[in-house]
Structures are given as structure tokens and as C-alpha cells.
């Protein structure tokens, strides 16, 4: 990993702008959701493999009282404050280090001034955590300088909150979880509700296709909380009738159909994918477990159309991009990954069949909207780390 070349990228940079080499270089990666979308707030279960792609940044403690942060990737745009007065959110990427350095101060902790330099691979807005990335970059630089006691589970909460809190998007825990514990050739399921987490390994001879629709939706925000808010919308009428109920995870679907009724149809429908889909993710990693990948990939396009239909978070582009994928002898399943309105597809692939893949879904999307798609393999990867 310390032959990477954003490791070199960053490493380089910080030197020439500190005259010094950094202390550490961590690695946060983004990730791709397997399936399990829209669940994890939903107290439900999710089934992500943090990527190759990720996060770097090269760090070390500052000489002058205040921190110095170079973003590489936005020309060299810097931001100087300190950590003894975190300053309001401004929106942009250097929230993210605030916002951190906020979550410590809310704990209790208090980080000390640093100087770093920051890059990614991780495409922005394309629905792979490019920003739990970056948190936990800096979550994570923070806790080894200050020899802060955390868990990483628990870092992954930490960065959660400043992502709720101080950017102010309220996500759920599945990005931040999945950076903070990935691990190498395996997926991870997380329920949400207990953060226990199991390791599935990758199978064999099945490659990840990511393919990039570069549809960016900037209403993904508001869409996200209309939806969160139908979902609770659900709960509390159900509640009325099943009074266990806490969140849409506790439902099934016998009784979304026996007592949800009385909801608004688009309601009715937000839940039933909810409920679904938290089925799916269970029988995935039975499928995962068993080697059974062609019910895996069903259940992945059986996901996309409940995204598509009942959630309503789809676009006509990664419509095209799944279909096209499912034209090609050799992929077992394809589906929207990530929040939707906009970003990426996954597919499962049989190793000797991406080219071909490739080749296919980049000619239809081509034709049929217009633009070249960037479509990639990908790794399960592991998850924080310094180098
Ligand atoms: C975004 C959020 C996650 C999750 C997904 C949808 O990525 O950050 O918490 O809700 O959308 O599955």
C-alpha cells in the first residue's frame, strides 16, 4: 500500500508544502452497497464491501497554534482554523475536518492542531461515500496522534454524527461503518439496529463492476429526508396496530399488508420496500454463504426494480445501465448502489465475461443516453488504516 501512488501523491505534496514528511498516511476507503438500500435507518440490515478506491491523507502535528489543510484535489484549496474553536459549517469539503474535530469536542476529547494533505479517488456525488471517506481519513488521523481510546465501530458513530449534525445530512451508519471495517475479499453485513457485523467472503471468479451513469442529482438531499420521513410516517401508523413495532425492520410483510392499508399509497409502497428489501439482504447472504450466486444476482435486480418502483430513487439512466448489464451472458445480477437519484450501478460479472460487459454496457448507454459511462472493476478492500 505505501507503493500506491496516491500514498506517493499525498506524501510528496505534504512535503512540499510542510518541508517535512508526515507523521502518518491513512487510507479511508469508499464503498459499494451489495444490497440493502434505504434499510440502515430503517434499523435494517445492509450488506456494503468497502473499495479500492479511497481517501488518503498525509498528517502530522502543527508547530503553530491553528491546523493547515490542502486539499490536493480542489487546486490546492486550503482551510486554516483552529481545534480550540471549531468555526460554523461553511458547506464543501472542509466540513468534513471540522466536523470531526466538532464530534471529538462533543465527546469530550480534544484533538490537537495538525497540518495534512488530502486526495481521493473516490468519485464525488456517485453514490460511493466519497465523504464517509474523508471523515474517517480524519477521524482516524486525529485518534492515532491524540492516542484517543476509541473502537472503530465507534469512530464510525462518531463520524456519523458530525455528518447529521454538523454537515448536516442525515444519513444513516452504513458508510461510515463499512470505511471504518471493511476487510479485504469480503462483504459485510451490518444490522443496523445492533452494529453486529458478519464477513462474507467474495466469491471466487466474480468480479465487481462498478458503472457510472455521471448522472449527479443535487436533489438527492431533500429527497432522501422526504423519504426517511415516509418511512417514519409508516411506523407510526403501525405502531397503532402492532405495538412492538420501533422501525420499518420490525415488520413484516404479512402485516404491511394487513395493516397498512390505511396509508397513503406512495407511503405504503416507501415501506413495502423497506420490508422487502431487509428480506433480500438476509436470503443475499445466504445465497453469499452458499456459493449461490445466480439467486444473489436475482435478488439483486429483484432490489433495483423495488428501488425503482416502490421507492422511487432510480433514474432512466441507471434503468438503461442495469438492463444493459443483464443482457450480457455472464452477469449474475445488477442494481442502482448507494442512496440513488443519480450515480452508480454494480454488477456481479463472471470474471471472464467483463470485458465483454464492459464493452456492452458502454455501447448501449452510449446510444441510448448519450454518454460514456465509467465502468470499472472494483476489490472488497479494507477498511481504515495508516500506512
Ligand atoms: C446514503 C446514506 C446511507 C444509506 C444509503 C442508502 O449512502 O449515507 O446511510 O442510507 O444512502 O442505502
Not at 462518531?158 to 475479499?185: P, R
Not at 451513469?213 to 438531499?221: E, H, M, N, T
Not at 454496457?361 to 443516453?369: L, M
Amino acid at each position: 500500500m505505501a507503493e500506491h501512488e496516491l500514498y506517493r501523491k499525498v506524501a510528496r505534496a505534504y512535503a512540499a508544502r510542510f518541508q517535512q514528511s508526515p507523521q502518518l498516511v491513512v487510507r479511508a476507503p469508499g464503498r459499494v452497497n451489495l444490497i440493502g438500500e434505504h434499510t440502515d435507518y430503517n434499523d435494517g440490515f445492509v450488506l456494503p464491501v468497502a473499495v479500492d478506491q479511497a481517501a488518503w491523507l498525509a498528517v502530522g502535528p502543527a508547530a503553530e497554534p491553528w491546523t493547515t489543510i490542502r486539499a490536493v484535489d480542489m487546486n490546492d484549496d486550503e482551510v486554516v482554523f483552529s481545534v480550540a474553536q471549531v468555526p460554523a459549517s461553511v458547506g464543501g469539503w472542509s466540513d468534513y475536518p471540522k466536523g470531526i474535530v466538532w464530534a471529538f469536542l462533543e465527546r469530550g476529547l480534544q484533538p490537537s492542531n495538525i497540518n495534512a494533505v488530502l486526495t481521493s479517488d473516490v468519485p464525488v456525488g456517485a453514490g460511493m461515500s466519497s465523504s464517509a471517506a474523508i471523515e474517517l481519513a480524519f477521524a482516524f488521523a486525529w485518534t492515532t496522534l491524540g492516542q484517543f481510546d476509541i473502537a472503530l465501530p465507534d469512530l464510525a458513530l462518531l463520524c456519523q454524527k458530525a455528518e447529521n449534525q454538523y454537515v448536516g445530512v442525515n444519513c444513516g451508519i452504513m458508510d461510515q461503518m463499512i470505511s471504518a471495517c471493511g476487510k479485504a475479499g469480503h462483504a459485510m453485513m451490518l444490522d443496523s439496529r445492533s452494529l453486529d457485523r458478519r464477513y462474507f467472503p467474495m466469491p471466487e471468479g466474480v468480479a465487481i463492476v462498478v458503472a457510472d451513469s455521471l448522472v449527479r442529482r443535487s436533489l438527492a438531499a431533500s429527497e432522501y429526508n422526504v423519504r426517511r420521513a415516509q418511512c417514519e410516517q409508516a411506523v407510526t401508523h403501525l405502531q397503532a396496530y402492532v405495538p412492538d413495532v420501533m422501525a420499518l425492520r420490525d415488520v413484516s410483510l404479512r402485516n404491511l399488508e394487513r395493516f397498512g392499508r390505511g396509508l397513503p399509497d406512495v407511503v405504503y409502497r416507501r415501506a413495502r420496500h423497506v420490508v422487502t428489501e431487509n428480506d433480500r439482504v438476509l436470503r443475499f447472504a445466504r445465497a453469499l454463504y452458499s456459493g449461490d450466486i445466480d439467486t444473489a444476482g436475482a435478488l439483486m435486480v429483484e432490489g433495483h426494480r423495488s428501488l425503482r418502483d416502490d421507492y422511487e430513487v432510480s433514474v432512466p439512466e441507471l434503468d438503461v445501465l442495469v438492463e444493459a448489464a443483464m443482457e450480457v451472458p455472464g452477469c449474475y445480477g445488477a442494481r442502482l448502489t448507494g442512496a440513488g437519484f443519480g450515480g452508480c450501478t454494480i454488477a456481479l460479472v463472471a470474471e471472464e465475461s467483463v470485458a465483454e460487459f464492459q464493452t456492452h454496457i458502454t455501447e448501449v448507454y452510449e446510444a441510448r443516453c448519450g454518454k460514456c459511462p465509467a465502468v470499472y472493476v472494483t476489490h472488497p478492500a479494507d477498511g481504515v488504516a495508516s500506512l
